[in-house]
């Protein structure tokens, strides 16, 4: 297990599960406090986990399961797709994915930009863009591996 304060320093106190910070002196027994998550269920090789920041509260209610990473309830999106899904996919095949349809090109431009910024913590190794396209009344919101 790596280092809880290289990992809070590398992943800049911030939660991976919930996006919130995480207080570096907070107890490690705290709901709040600090605690490294493995990334859920065991790979087949251990070089393979990717430990990351999270808060005790968050990585116990995850868990050994995948995690549930919530779209912002700031934003105005129909039928999202389940972000943690979408990174996966777009890693092992690349390509494309509509993420989102919205009812106006601004609520699709704000969903774009939160989109990308939680994805540079969420999964910053993964190089994506996001694209909005007019259809039909909405805007789909497109998340395309680069």
Known sequence: MSNLSAVGDRDSW???L?????????????DRGPSVDGGGAKPKKAATVTERLAHRACNTRKGA?????????Q???????????????????????????????????????WLLDRLSRFAPDLAVT?????????????????
């Open 14 to 16: 911030r939660c991976w």
């Open 18 to 30: 919930c996006d919130e910070p995480v207080d570096p002196h907070a107890s490690v027994n705290s």
């Open 65 to 73: 399961v995948r995690p549930v990473v919530p779209w912002s309830p």
């Open 75 to 113: 934003l105005f999106v129909v039928d999202p797709a389940p972000i943690v899904a979408t990174v996966e996919r777009l890693r092992r095949k690349g390509g494309r994915e509509v993420v989102a349809r919205c009812p106006s090109r601004t609520d699709a431009d704000e969903g774009a930009a």
């Open 130 to 146: 996001t694209q909005v396209e007019s259809a039909g009344g909405q805007f789909l919101l497109v998340l395309r591996s680069v």
